[in-house]
């Protein structure tokens, strides 16, 4: 007597579980009629208990997934395997008495009655706040995203115009300044002036030669002319050539000499290889480089690879190791393609970018 108790006894506990729960529970049979409906199930449809038992389930689904659900549970009836898992699948939506949708995630699991007919349970919640809460965040990340482009367009265009001002302004205006020192001193010897103002004309035409090349220096830095006049290729050549002069690098570059690029990835390439030089230069303490950028298969690949002594991956420095990487990766994005960093304490690093060619390029 003591079994058929303790039976008894478990499915109250049970009848309690189903009825308390938190969850919308709904059971129906091999005919799709539901035979089980909890008072969670009757708040989120509003759908009374005895209005709903008896009913065939396609009652609480929109008219566009019925039949892909009935085919669902006939398939899950002979395999026992569903895609329908708790937080694992697609959004499934529902339907309301009132006739509204919303959606809901769901998990369904199958048993028999004692009578050897089959039970489909269907334990779901309504998901409609993570929805909107996703899809608020997904705006925000694609404005986000936006403004990002924006303000690395808007950047290079200053950049562009601040090249283009110390070159054409300041620059023609020290050489103007030079020019001028120059019939000077030739006027200044003409009249026999004292050897020592000979002399600090002569500091002053240094002076003057070293303030342009400085200009030149900047304006360079900030918008190689090479980039807009002749490509890519010869861009990274004098860049190449610039880091090796000024910071003893040896560097390999291989590049083809024309390379099919829109102007904006021509710019995004360039400041990727720059940023990657920087790096080297601020952290890798290393003395030689290879840079090569490759046509093949559809895509451009560029590799920038140093014999530094690598990196374990922690950021240390915020202000050039992670912002350099965050721009790249900012870049990558921008040219559509995928980036790798092959990096180990002691054994060099490694870039790999992967982006598509346009078919739009060739015109």
């Not at 308390?20 to 035979?35: D, F, G, H, L, R």
């Not at 566009?64 to 395999?79: E, G, L, P």
């Not at 690098?249 to 940023?275: C, G, K, M, N, Y």
């Not at 093949?296 to 922690?314: F, I, K, Q």
């Amino acid at each position: 007597m003591h079994l058929p108790a303790q039976i008894s006894g478990n499915e109250a506990c049970l009848a309690a579980i189903v009825r308390t729960s938190m969850e919308a529970i709904i059971s129906i049979n091999e005919q799709q009629q539901i035979v089980l409906f909890n008072p969670m199930a009757e708040a989120l449809f509003g759908i009374a208990a005895l209005d709903a038992i008896g009913k065939s389930l396609d009652l609480l689904l929109p008219e566009r997934f019925r039949s892909a659900h009935t085919q669902h549970v006939r398939r899950f009836s002979v395999t026992g395997v569903s895609d329908r898992q708790m937080g694992l699948q697609r959004t499934l939506y529902a339907l309301r008495r009132d006739g509204s949708e919303f959606p809901i995630e769901a998990s369904i699991s199958q048993t028999n009655d004692g009578q050897g007919r089959k039970l489909f349970t269907v334990m779901l919640r309504d998901i409609t706040e993570r929805v909107r809460a996703e899809a608020a965040l997904r705006r925000s990340r694609e404005e986000l995203q936006a403004l990002s482009d924006s303000i690395l367009a808007s950047r290079e265009e200053e950049k562009r115009r601040v090249a283009r001002e110390l070159h054409d302004d300041i620059g023609q205006r020290l050489s103007a300044l030079k020019m001028d020192l120059a019939m000077l001193e030739g006027d200044l010897r003409e009249a026999g002036t004292a050897s020592h103002c000979l002399s600090r004309a002569a500091a002053m035409h240094g002076g003057i030669d070293a303030a342009i090349a400085a200009v030149r220096q900047i304006s360079a830095d900030l918008r190689p002319t090479l980039l807009d006049e002749l490509g890519l290729a010869a861009a990274l050549d004098w860049l190449s050539k610039d880091f090796s002069r000024r910071y003893g690098l040896t560097i390999d570059l291989r590049s083809p000499d024309h390379l099919e690029v829109s102007e904006q990835e021509a710019t995004a390439v360039f400041r990727i290889v720059q940023e990657a030089l920087n790096n080297v230069v601020h952290h890798a303490q290393a003395n030689r480089v290879w840079i090569s950028l490759d046509q093949h298969a559809g895509e451009h690949v560029l590799r920038v690879l140093d014999n530094g002594n690598g990196w374990d991956g922690a950021l240390r420095d915020r202000t050039r190791r992670s912002f350099g990487l965050l721009g790249i990766r900012e870049r990558t994005r921008l040219l559509g393609g995928t980036l790798a960093l092959t990096h180990a304490p002691g054994q060099g690093f490694e870039l790999c970018l992967h982006f598509p060619m346009r078919a739009t390029v060739a015109e």
